[in-house]
């Protein structure tokens, strides 16, 4: 698991962030990378994009597990983060990381001489 983001990067006075959220951020990162066909091993560290996608990922997660009810504020603390992450999440590609695209597969046109 690559740290994308530390505890210090999560805090937020109304809400507790403990380590297993950041682990659990920075896990969430990997995900997010490899379903949109990036190697998180490619991706040259610190990136500020990544970094606030694990940190709000790990806030989110606090938020609902301090949240006593499903009528808690912090319920809608951790709708918040959602829509955050969702908006976060839209913008990155590789380009948006600095990864510069290869050439894929190619055709070659094959005939006899």
Do not use: W
Not at 12 to 21: E, L, T
Not at 58 to 68: D, N
């Amino acid at each position: 698991m690559t740290n994308y983001c530390m505890l210090a990067d999560c805090a937020d006075p109304a809400i507790s962030v403990k380590q297993r959220h950041v682990d659990s951020g920075n896990v969430y990162v990997d995900v997010v990378l490899r379903e949109r066909g990036i190697n998180p091993s490619d991706v040259v560290l610190p990136k500020t994009l990544l970094t606030e996608i694990a940190a709000v990922y790990a806030k989110r997660e606090a938020a609902i597990a301090g949240a006593i009810g499903d009528e808690s504020i912090l319920i809608d603390k951790a709708r918040q983060f959602k829509a955050t992450l969702d908006m976060l999440i839209s913008g990155l590609s590789k380009a948006a990381l600095g990864i510069t695209e290869t050439a894929g597969f190619g055709n070659v046109t094959l005939g006899r001489g």
